[in-house]
């Protein structure tokens, strides 16, 4: 599965982005998707996961309310939809994929996915 995210840029605080992950390669539409960030110096830290058909998602605590993750099977992509946008968002996110799946556990460990994109930067200005 080889994946690339795109979308990212500079908003203002309160602003909103949405970040998109195409996804290529085999059966990437049975994989379970997953957005990380990672600030400047600091560790990649879990943003939100969906499952391979959509049905469910999982969210950390900093962006619940305010993130959306979906996703679109026919044309391979996964969406992250950023609302009321804060300066601590700042990072470059990158999206994730475990291999084919048919099922659904809430990870939010780097290790529990096998595939990664290169990232796009998000920047928020106060």
């Known amino acids: 599965v080889q994946l690339q995210a795109s979308g990212g840029g500079l908003v203002q605080a309160g602003g909103s982005l949405t970040l998109s992950c195409a996804a290529s390669?085999?059966?990437?539409?049975?994989?379970?998707m997953a957005w990380f960030r990672q600030a400047s110096g600091k560790e990649r830290i879990f943003v939100a996961t969906i499952s391979w058909n959509g049905r469910y998602t999982y969210y950390s605590h900093s962006v619940k309310g305010r993130f959306t993750i979906s996703r679109d099977n026919a044309r391979d992509t996964v969406y992250l939809q950023m609302n009321s946008l804060k300066p601590e968002d700042t990072a470059v996110y990158f999206c994730?994929?475990?291999?084919?799946?048919?099922?659904?556990?809430?990870?939010?460990?780097?290790?529990?996915?096998?595939?990664w994109g290169s990232g796009t930067q998000v920047t928020v200005s106060s």
């Open positions: 390669g085999r059966t990437s539409s049975n994989a379970n």
């Open positions: 994730a994929a475990t291999d084919p799946v048919l099922s659904w556990v809430a990870y939010d460990e780097t290790a529990r996915f096998d595939y």
